[in-house]
């Protein structure tokens, strides 16, 4: 039997750490790098965030998570510098088992054709763009995000094989 400090492990691919730092770039805002573009040693402070499992309850919890991450703006460097917030910090994802759940979810978020930056992502983290209160009196939608629906009162009736039974929150 082979010793484990004789097995090679697979190196990380260049090709695909070439993509992932040209992505990190163009999100950064920072030019695209012709020489070596297999490296992204230019790129400091690269932040990863693992989801861990535990079914429908680490889901949940990741979801908390996010919508406290998408909460938490950022300070403006000048005034005139749109809001960020933590969520424009995270590089990358890790996720098992539950919490693939919730990373297959935000990571779908991204495909959305009615989500264009990541301010976006946050608005339908937070429901800041379906709530009452951001809509004003008139129920108005700004017109890029759908409107959320929202159902008060959680115990009704479901059809089952008790027609009596009621849902549970």
Same mark, same amino acid.
């Given at each position: 039997?082979?010793?484990? /400090? ?20 163009? @999100? ?9 573009? !297999?490296?992204? /040693? !230019? ?23 996010? *919508?406290?991450?998408?909460? *938490? ?7 005139? /510098? ?11 994802? #890790?996720?098992? #088992? ?18 264009? !930056? ?16 951001? @809509? ?15 159902? !008060? ?17």
């Amino acid at each position: 039997m082979a010793s484990q /400090d004789s097995h090679e492990y697979p190196e990380y691919p260049k090709e695909l750490k070439g993509v992932e730092g040209d992505l990190l770039r163009r @999100r950064r805002g920072l030019p695209e790098k012709h020489a070596a573009p !297999d490296l992204y /040693d !230019d790129i400091t402070n690269t932040i990863g965030f693992g989801l861990s499992g535990g079914g429908i309850r680490s889901a949940t919890f990741c979801l908390g998570i996010f *919508q406290g991450l998408a909460k *938490q703006e950022l300070p403006r460097a000048k005034s005139t /510098d749109s809001a960020k917030t933590l969520l424009s910090k995270i590089d990358f994802l #890790s996720t098992v #088992s539950g919490g693939g759940f919730f990373g297959s979810f935000y990571g779908r978020l991204f495909t959305r054709k009615e989500v264009t !930056d990541l301010a976006d992502v946050a608005d339908i983290l937070t429901a800041r763009a379906a709530s009452e209160e951001e @809509r004003g009196s008139s129920g108005q939608t700004s017109g890029k995000l759908p409107e959320a629906r929202s159902f !008060d009162g959680c115990a009704r009736t479901v059809a089952t094989s008790r027609p009596t039974a009621p849902a549970t929150c």
